[in-house]
């Protein structure tokens, strides 16, 4: 699509289709981008609107996505696109009856488009009915079936409602569309933690920080599997890797304190736990509060 567009880059058919792939590749910023494009050259064309807002929702604005798919739907009442993105920026704004009925309503004008059910499915899962989600994002797939981000969403409820070898199977199914997909080794990682398989957790935790060792999420995770295994030293690797990605994780930080701890390094263990302290308590993180006074208790008794 690239090299389609940088020859003929004025051509909104091929314009809209790269957006939508840059939404499902996350790269929201870039999509807004081709989307300022596509007004420019058809304000009246409804993609662009469409897309517009769409990108909107996922940058965390769906105030500014709501009058953006309004106007969409007033050139073209039709275009289930713009009954999606509206769909997901009433919910996100709390307005949830409004959401279900645009988003039920994108369905019926699309009864065929993975987007509508994945975006209904949404809404039904932010408005407590995760049954229903459940069977929108089975439709998704059912239509389009190489789609990696419905699948995700489905593994994630199917673990809420406790379907964890249903969820751990969906993972495998990523994994056969694209291989070596870090997120998904990750997922795979907390599912088997889940289900108390600690062994092929950690495994597939070290395959996420394989995959993309920039990803502070999988470092964490790794890092709290060595740290479950008494692995202190590994677990430290991991919560400094994690730490230099994210210098602002309270986790990765004070999990390095509690590391040094079991290694026998009580005055680095010690200032690292008290500079987290007082971040934990600014951040009313009172899980983290507790980890860390246990903590400062055990280096107190030990040193």
Request: hydrophobic residues 40%; proline residues 4%; contains cysteine.
């Amino acid at each position: 699509l690239e090299q389609v567009i940088a020859q003929r880059p004025d051509d909104v058919d091929y314009l809209y289709e790269y957006g939508q792939i840059l939404i499902d590749l996350e790269n929201y910023d870039h999509a807004l981008e081709i989307a300022d494009r596509i007004l420019e050259l058809a304000v009246t064309d409804p993609r662009g609107y469409a897309l517009q807002a769409t990108g909107l929702v996922f940058t965390g604005s769906p105030s500014s996505a709501i009058p953006v798919a309004t106007a969409g739907i007033e050139l073209d009442s039709s275009f289930a696109p713009l009954y999606s993105a509206l769909a997901r920026a009433y919910v996100d704004t709390a307005r949830y009856e409004e959401a279900l009925n645009t988003g039920l309503l994108a369905v019926q004008l699309a009864p065929y488009d993975a987007d509508a059910h994945r975006s209904y499915a949404y809404v039904l899962t932010l408005s407590g009915a995760p049954i229903d989600a459940t069977n929108e994002l089975e439709q998704a797939i059912a239509i389009d079936p190489n789609r990696v981000p419905a699948y995700f969403e489905l593994a994630f409820l199917y673990l809420a409602q406790n379907r964890d070898e249903e969820a751990i199977d969906i993972y495998n199914q990523i994994l056969a569309i694209q291989p070596g997909n870090p997120q998904a080794f990750l997922r795979l990682c907390l599912a088997y933690r889940k289900v108390g398989q600690f062994e092929r957790a950690l495994g597939y935790c070290q395959d996420a920080v394989n995959a993309d060792p920039e990803s502070s999420a999988a470092q964490y995770q790794l890092g709290r599997m060595l740290y479950n295994n008494r692995d202190w030293q590994g677990a430290l690797d991991a919560f400094e890797a994690c730490s230099g990605i994210n210098p602002s994780s309270l986790e990765c930080n004070y999990y390095q304190g509690l590391a040094h701890y079991y290694l026998g390094d009580c005055d680095l263990a010690w200032s690292i736990l008290f500079n987290s302290l007082a971040v934990a308590r600014d951040t009313n993180a009172e899980t983290a509060v507790e980890d860390i006074q246990l903590g400062m208790r055990a280096v107190g008794e030990l040193c």
